[in-house]
């Protein structure tokens, strides 16, 4: 069975500091990942994927996410956080048992906090 | 873009009542889902649908039902609301079995059960 574990639930850091955010995961099959984010009182939006071919995969406000297969681990990175940052981020797997294929198991999340 | 759109962005219902949250989307995906998120939770899976009229149990399916009569219409069903419902409620669609490239959510629906 998928599962994703999101390594703290509130990462806090300063304007202009690199942004880490961690994600493990367990799949039975190769994994296809995710990450979304959502701002407040929003739905979730894509920030970038990786299916197959490169591991180093870009998305969109900069940020970038490097699948490892022998560490289990898809985390997300931005060299430069900036203030429009701030918001939730979900890390996801493709597949969760039962049913359709294509469901999506989500990691609890990651709060992101960006201080002047 | 695939535009998945919930009818409501904020509910506000008394326990006992039954409560509809509508979503559609326009895209023609195969897939439709809802979940509820609260803090420190995540997301937990209610229901999904892989086709009209076929539904499937998520992670916490008590106290809701789902209804797709047509491929663009997911509903979710709170037959007696109870305050243990209040949450934000999030619909999503992901692609047709020819390629998957995760989902596309709504904008959520919060609601609160008084």
């Known amino acids: 069975a998928q599962s994703v574990t999101q390594l703290g639930s509130h990462v806090s850091v300063s304007e202009g500091a690199l942004v880490l955010l961690r994600c493990n995961y367990s799949s039975s099959v190769p994994p296809y990942l995710f990450w979304y984010v959502q701002y407040p009182n929003q739905g979730l939006q894509l920030l970038l994927k990786?299916?197959?071919?490169?591991?180093l995969v870009k998305g969109i406000n900069g940020f970038e996410a490097e699948f490892k297969k022998s560490e289990t681990s898809f985390h997300l990175t931005k060299p430069s956080a900036h203030m429009s940052d701030a918001a939730e981020y979900f890390c996801?797997?493709?597949?969760?048992?039962?049913?359709?294929?294509?469901?999506?198991?989500f990691g609890k999340g990651t709060l992101l906090t960006v201080n002047p | 873009d695939v535009k998945v759109t919930q009818s409501s962005r904020y509910l506000v219902k008394r326990t006992g009542e039954k409560v509809f949250l509508e979503c559609v989307q326009d895209m023609d995906h195969e897939n439709m889902f809802w979940y509820r998120q609260d803090p420190g939770l995540g997301l937990r899976l209610i229901y999904f649908?892989?086709?009209?009229?076929?539904?499937e149990k998520g992670d916490i399916p008590e106290g809701y039902s789902v209804s797709r009569e047509k491929k663009e219409r997911f509903s979710l069903i709170l037959e007696s609301a109870s305050t243990n419902q209040t949450s934000m409620y999030l619909c999503?669609?992901?692609?047709?079995?020819?390629?998957?490239?995760?989902?596309?959510f709504g904008s959520g629906t919060r609601l609160t059960v008084v």
């Open positions: 990786y299916t197959t071919g490169a591991t």
């Open positions: 996801a797997v493709k597949g969760g048992g039962g049913g359709s294929n294509y469901k999506l198991t």
């Open positions: 649908s892989y086709d009209v009229k076929m539904k």
């Open positions: 999503a669609s992901s692609s047709p079995p020819r390629g998957f490239y995760g989902y596309t």
